[in-house]
């Protein structure tokens, strides 16, 4: 079972770009057959999946985001990074990174501890 850690600012301010990496430990990214999945759960809501990518470097995002999401990866450094551009208040969430055979998915038993990322002036 591979462990998930995510990492980054906990404050960003309205307008800027929000990183986050998962930083993947106990197996490659680059294995076949996993999805390596950005979810977020905003405060007093269901947890929301935004993209994914694939263990060949494909990516997939969720249609609502689609202008403001990259999902990237290091395979050197076995991470995978977030970016979400003009942030807005809205997006203050804890931010979860996973790994799944299926792309889409809020349920992936293999999942980071999540991070909590205000987005505020």
């Known amino acids: 079972q591979v462990q998930l850690q995510e990492s980054g600012p906990g404050l960003v301010k309205p307008s800027q770009t929000l990183s986050l990496t998962c930083t993947v430990s106990?197996?490659?990214?680059?294995?076949?057959?996993?999805?390596w999945i950005w979810v977020r759960q905003p405060p007093g809501k269901r947890l929301e999946w935004m993209g994914a990518?694939?263990?060949?470097?494909?990516?997939y995002y969720w249609p609502s985001l689609k202008s403001r999401i990259s999902i990237s990866r290091d395979t050197s450094k076995n991470q995978f990074t977030l970016q979400l551009r003009s942030v807005i208040p809205e997006d203050t969430a804890v931010y979860y990174c996973?790994?799944?055979?299926?792309?889409?998915?809020?349920?992936?038993?293999?999942r980071g501890q999540g991070t909590q990322v205000t987005v505020s002036s």
């Open positions: 996973a790994r799944d055979s299926v792309i889409v998915t809020t349920t992936s038993v293999e």
């Open positions: 106990g197996g490659s990214i680059t294995t076949n057959s996993y999805y």
């Open positions: 990518i694939s263990s060949s470097g494909d990516t």
